[in-house]
């Protein structure tokens, strides 16, 4: 048993006791997996960050991510959040600059600033680009299991489909905000029709609407995720990331950089704010980036 410090922030927010919160254990040598899988299920909370020496020197630390239920390839609010926790933690509060984390789907760059009067912000560049993946339910079906008739499903050229950056999520276009504040998601028909990631858990459903609660937001989006219960996330970096396909399949921006803000967790409380950039060049996604401010809500130790 060692004593090991662990910080709590919340993430894709300026706001405390807003955002994802996220709990970083900072010094993590000598736990296994099934350790960091029993603390990460003590915290309870979305997911857990546990903080390794690097792999590479060049790198600034090994990070694993967590459920409470199993480790992931890679997520957005756990990288927005470590990266803050460790600039924070090296520079007393005001570090900027690049760092590299290596997560399990590969180096992840990172940069963090933190602007005058605002919480520090950080964004990383996608590991891997969004792949478009086969989707065989038809859209009426998803609708039904989100609640929705087939009306509400769709608007403009948008439709369903199937979208992965590391982790993959079903991107569903509603037509506005009543029907995105009307979701409720049916577990067993979800399970029927949802396509499986890693061959056994459901792929997550990712409800977005152009209309939004806020002016200077893009898009508004809910994510949950199924499972008995299921349960609503509050800001999810992976799912913007994999939605970045959906933007470029179906709104063909321009030439150039182009910036969106989506909202999310309004329904449940826990607003939330994430920004994705995406880098056109020759009509292709040549590269993008999730980025998100992130607050310290707590600290402690734990004695593990």
Not at 169 to 175: F, K, L, M
Request: aromatic residues 8%; glycine residues 10%; negative net charge.
């Amino acid at each position: 048993m060692r004593a090991r410090t662990y910080v709590i922030y919340d993430v894709f927010t300026q706001t405390p006791l807003a955002g994802n919160a996220l709990a970083v254990v900072l010094d993590c040598e000598g736990l296994d997996t099934a350790a960091m899988q029993r603390i990460a299920r003590e915290f309870n909370l979305s997911e857990s960050a546990f903080v390794l020496p690097p792999q590479d020197p060049r790198h600034r630390a090994r990070v694993r991510i967590f459920t409470p239920d199993y480790e992931m390839p890679f997520a957005g609010h756990p990288t927005v959040g470590t990266a803050v926790a460790l600039a924070e933690r090296a520079a007393e509060g005001n570090g900027d600059g690049i760092l590299v984390l290596e997560e399990n789907i590969g180096p992840v760059r990172c940069a963090v600033s933190r602007p005058a009067g605002e919480a520090t912000f950080a964004e990383f560049d996608l590991a891997r680009l969004p792949e478009q993946l086969r989707l065989s339910a038809d859209a009426e079906a998803i609708g039904a299991a989100l609640g929705l008739g087939p009306h509400e499903i769709g608007f403009e050229n948008h439709r369903v489909s199937f979208w992965s950056a590391g982790v993959p999520y079903v991107t569903i276009p509603v037509a506005n905000l009543d029907a995105a504040g009307r979701v409720r998601l049916d577990n067993a028909a979800w399970s029927e029709l949802a396509p499986r990631k890693n061959g056994t858990v459901p792929a997550s459903p990712y409800v977005y609407c152009r209309e939004t609660e806020s002016r200077g937001n893009s898009f508004h989006a809910r994510m949950i995720v199924p499972g008995s219960p299921s349960y609503e996330d509050p800001a999810t970096g992976s799912a913007a990331a994999a939605f970045a396909g959906a933007i470029m399949h179906f709104d063909q921006p321009r030439e150039g950089a182009a910036r969106y803000w989506i909202e999310q967790g309004l329904e449940m409380g826990r607003p939330s704010r994430i920004r994705l950039e995406l880098d056109i060049a020759g009509g292709n996604l040549a590269a993008a980036r999730v980025g998100g401010h992130a607050v310290k809500v707590a600290e402690g130790t734990l004695f593990v």
